[in-house]
């Protein structure tokens, strides 16, 4: 299994979430687990992909929920599971 990291983050507005879980459902990419928080207006979600069955390179999915973040005017990050964790680990 290919996992990653994506973490959207931004003001809240309507359809952020069924935004990028249909890029992700478009893309053949399992959502693992997801949670998000809304704090203030402030909208933050982060979630755990399967990105084994993707058919496209891993840097044209990241670059595409980039640009579909700046579309619904949020940050949209994703990194692959191995970088994450070498990044966060004490």
């Known amino acids: 299994m290919k996992r ?5 983050v931004g003001k809240d507005t309507v359809g952020i979430i069924a935004k990028v879980c249909t890029y992700l459902a478009g893309n053949d990419v399992n959502i693992l687990d997801i949670s998000q ?3 203030q207006d402030y909208f933050n979600m982060m979630m755990i992909v399967d990105t084994s069955r993707m058919s496209k390179q ?5 670059d595409e929920l980039a640009a579909l973040g700046q579309e619904i005017g949020v ?3 994703c990194q692959k599971e191995e ?3 070498m990044m966060h680990r004490l």
């Not at 990653?4 to 959207?8: D, F, Q």
């Not at 891993?58 to 990241?62: L, Q, R």
């Open 75 to 77: 940050a949209v990050r």
């Open 37 to 39: 928080t809304i704090v």
């Open 58 to 62: 891993f840097g044209d999915m990241a």
């Open 83 to 85: 970088i994450f964790d």
């Open 4 to 8: 990653a990291i994506i973490t959207v």
